[in-house]
């Protein structure tokens, strides 16, 4: 049988002991604000954000 192992547990740091980072754990760009999707919550579908939409050029990416 396999050993079972709590690797959640095993050499972590806790976020709280770390804050504020010098750098993000990870980072998101969206490149693009164009969606046809029409989902309840984004606010893409709304189009009131007040936010430019449209892809991103490759200059700026």
Not at 31 to 38: E, I, M, Y
Not at 50 to 56: I, K, L, S
Request: net charge negative; hydrophobic share 35%; proline share 3%.
């Amino acid at each position: 049988m396999a050993e079972r192992r709590y690797w959640r547990e095993e050499n972590r740091t806790a976020l709280k002991d770390v804050i504020p980072l010098d750098t993000p754990y990870n980072i998101g760009i969206e490149v693009s604000s164009l969606c046809n999707a029409r989902c309840v919550y984004c606010a893409h579908s709304r189009n009131d954000h007040g936010v430019y939409e449209g892809n991103m050029t490759m200059d700026l990416f």
